[in-house]
């Protein structure tokens, strides 16, 4: 490894700021929801920026941006990237860092007059974050042929604007076909979104997995009755089943291995101060990187609601909403990423992925694996997300050694 | 005592109907609220059904209705009553009951010739339930000069309607101070509220207390945060917080005599799925018979969520809402009405109230007690709401005797 091979750190975060201005509120924050003008706006950025490079540009069938940079053979692509729409009153970096570091990695290569024998491919997925149209991941899971492209194109926002339509007027509506590149490797560099290497003070994460996510609605269904005059054994308190639902999904989380279990959502019925609540509907999103472990969560969640409507009378019912299994990332992949980061002298731990990424998508269809750079406070989706420039650009130059590793040696 | 002394359960019944179609909702059930033309109509009827018996009939400052029957002394009256206002979709004997009662005990005394010492009195005080002008007991409160009578004039509906000039408007803004009467004793008829009686099969309850009533909000403060990348030891959950409050609130039901403790109320904050719920507000009704026990309570709940806010790293503050201390009845006054309903070969129980009355204001002004009969499965404030016409007999008859045992010998 040569140290003395590295990213151009201005650069970046000048690309950052100008893309940030794209979709940015009065108040603070950025909102470039999928499809939107603003979208638009930062996407005739980055192609203006591809085509600076004289890099082949290509759009595909559901507005996935790939620029191709040459290999000194004919090999699959080693693919960097990420995604830049952004749900709403977000941060600069979601997104934006995987796909700019990448571009920032294939200028060094050029700059550096570096041939790596595999082609270097850079990808801009549409719509990741599925805060306007809601199949989140649509540009990864359509580029994988998970989702078959007239599904995409159908998918309608909440005033019924379809994708395929908005995709055309924004003149993204590409014709180069999905699922026409299978990667030899996918690469992407990602803050965290949470606060372990911010609390650590480690530099670089090294994803070994994305973790598998379950939704479900809980609907507890007691009798509603006068707070006053109702004795304990009469009562069929759905408010105090929910109660005793949140507290069994920290138990959970406590004992699974890695497990995290949240209610986020609940609302009681009627919602009167005297009256005992006669039904409780609460969400419960359940988390886990194995998904063994994660299926253990819901079993056993299950078999708690069932012993709970027993024990407090009351009727419970439970929908799942959405679930996704976990994605294990490449482990030759991975140790490649741990390499180029301890080659470069930096702090680096194996992790798992709480949040989820285009990367668990592609980690379907090759060898894949995300670098995380620490978010201070842990926080994103929020204008107060922030990451420091040193680790910005300690996670591109991760991701630029990770590539030489790959384009020249890794993952035949 | 004398059994063959009794009520006519069906010239009861007949005036509880008759009563009944003021309000009268199409799809079942009563909103007969205080004040309204359903209430001027019910007044009316009562009115002169007083006037047919030739009783003395005098309208209050705040509108109560009230009778009186003379009796062989000068002494203060013996006074029964209750009130004709309803919630919103009501049932028939919430009230009504008490009121209609004291008149076929009053009819009763006329028919069969008894003319006690005490003279015996009738009233139907204005607005009990507090459901269109959110002062609740107000005709009670203004009688025994707890509520300034202008205070009471001033009070207004949602709409911004004032008590006084409604009272005008429906023509019960009479002239009889409020104040000018001390009654010897207070007994009012009601049906429980609560399943109790029904579940034991008792038919008549002997309240020796009006329960207390301690309402307040609680504010949880933790910190908003992605449910996927959060670890549990960083996590300020107010969600979970919010549980932990409403399962010790079950704790100190369970752990302090007599008492109800309940959250019928919770909001979440930001309220997505996948999102650490940052706030939580709930409300807590603590109920007691005892005020040390009330007090008591209120004091634990404090130091609970002192500690809470510890162990759970989050901000609690606390706001009282509501506070009604609880009402002893008269010992002597229930030691008559358990007389009256053993003569009458009726099973009876010691009980408290869990709901609030007129009664627990009049028993701050005279001896005061309260005669319950059983609640169909302890529904009320429902259309549901049902007392089985035997059972309205037996309480009738309680009450009649209960008023030849205290008009004429008991209460000095």
Chains 1, 2 share one sequence.
Not at 57 to 66: A, C, E, M, P, S
Not at 338 to 345: D, I
Request: proline fraction near 5%; hydrophobic fraction near 40%; charge should be negative.
């Amino acid at each position: 490894m040569q140290p003395e091979i590295h990213i151009d750190p201005q650069r970046l975060n000048q690309r950052l700021v100008e893309l940030a201005q794209f979709g940015a509120l009065p108040e603070g924050g950025i909102s470039r929801l999928a499809l939107t003008d603003a979208d638009k706006s930062g996407r005739d950025l980055f192609v203006s920026w591809l085509r600076d490079l004289s890099l082949d540009v290509r759009i595909d069938q559901v507005g996935n941006i790939l620029a191709f940079q040459p290999g000194r053979g004919d090999a699959q692509p080693v693919l960097l990237g990420s995604h830049l729409d952004t749900v709403r009153a977000a941060g600069p970096l979601d997104g934006a860092l995987g796909v700019l570091a990448g571009l920032e990695v294939l200028q060094t290569l050029q700059e550096l007059d570096i041939h790596t024998l595999r082609p270097v491919a850079l990808v801009a997925f549409t719509n990741e974050e599925g805060a306007r149209f809601t199949t989140d991941m649509m540009g990864s899971r359509a580029f994988c042929g998970e989702l078959p492209v007239e599904d995409a194109w159908d998918v309608t926002d909440f005033e019924g604007v379809r994708v395929g339509d908005e995709l055309r007027r924004i003149g993204y509506s590409g014709d180069f076909p999905c699922g026409q590149v299978t990667p030899a490797a996918y690469l992407e560099l990602h803050i965290e979104q949470g606060p372990v290497l911010y609390q650590e003070r480690v530099t670089i994460g090294a994803v070994e997995a994305i973790t598998g996510i379950s939704w479900q609605a809980v609907t507890i269904t007691g009798a509603a009755n006068h707070a006053g005059t109702t004795p304990l054994d009469a009562r069929r308190d759905a408010g105090l089943a929910a109660a005793k639902v949140i507290q069994y999904l920290r138990e959970l989380a406590q004992f699974l291995p890695d497990q995290r279990a949240t209610c986020g959502r609940l609302s009681f019925s009627p919602d009167v101060i005297n009256v005992i609540p006669g039904q409780a509907v609460l969400t419960v999103d359940l988390r886990n990187g194995e998904d063994a472990v994660l299926k253990k969560a819901e079993q056993q969640l299950a078999e708690y609601l069932a012993a709970l409507a027993e024990g407090e009378n009351v009727e419970v019912t439970s929908r799942i909403l959405m679930r996704v299994s976990p994605s294990r990332c490449d482990p030759s992949v991975v140790t490649w990423v741990e390499t180029a980061a301890r080659g470069l002298g930096l702090t680096c731990r194996r992790m798992v992925s709480g949040a989820g990424h285009d990367a668990q998508i592609m980690a379907h269809t090759c060898p894949t694996a995300m670098i995380f750079i620490p978010s201070q406070n842990g926080i994103s989706h929020s204008p107060a997300e922030y990451s420091r420039p040193k680790d910005i650009e300690a996670g591109a130059n991760v991701l630029l050694h990770t590539v030489l590793g790959l384009a020249d040696g890794g993952t035949g």
